[in-house]
């Protein structure tokens, strides 16, 4: 059975930083893109980064500049690296693959930043 596994959340000061990984395993082939959404309390469910199969990326513009994503083929695992995180980062960050004509979720990570 295909499925995500997130790991990397936690506490951490303004200014710091953090790197989430999303491991993808199971019966996932021919991946499109893989992605980091995050959800804040009160808030929306927002796209964060996404990488596609061609090694394009997209980032939302309040992290341009700080986050990184990036993806490691050989184990379809997808990383986000965090600099100089801020309070308002706070939030559930979930990860998203679109393979074929299916998305799987991940459970989510929480991503504590305190000022």
């Known amino acids: 059975q295909a499925q995500l596994v997130e790991s990397g959340g936690g506490l951490v000061q303004a200014g710091g930083s953090l790197t989430l990984s999303c491991a993808a395993s199971g019966s996932i082939f021919g991946i499109n893109a893989m992605t980091w959404y995050r959800q804040a309390p009160g808030k929306q469910r927002e796209l964060v980064a996404t990488?596609?199969?061609?090694?394009?990326?997209n980032y939302a513009d309040s992290v341009k500049g700080r986050f990184t994503i990036s993806r490691a083929n050989v184990r379809n695992t997808v990383y986000l690296q965090m600099n100089s995180l801020k309070p308002e980062d706070t939030a559930v960050y979930y990860c998203n693959v679109a393979y074929g004509r299916q998305m799987l979720w991940g459970q989510g990570t929480q991503v504590t930043v305190s000022s």
């Open positions: 990488i596609r199969s061609d090694g394009s990326t």
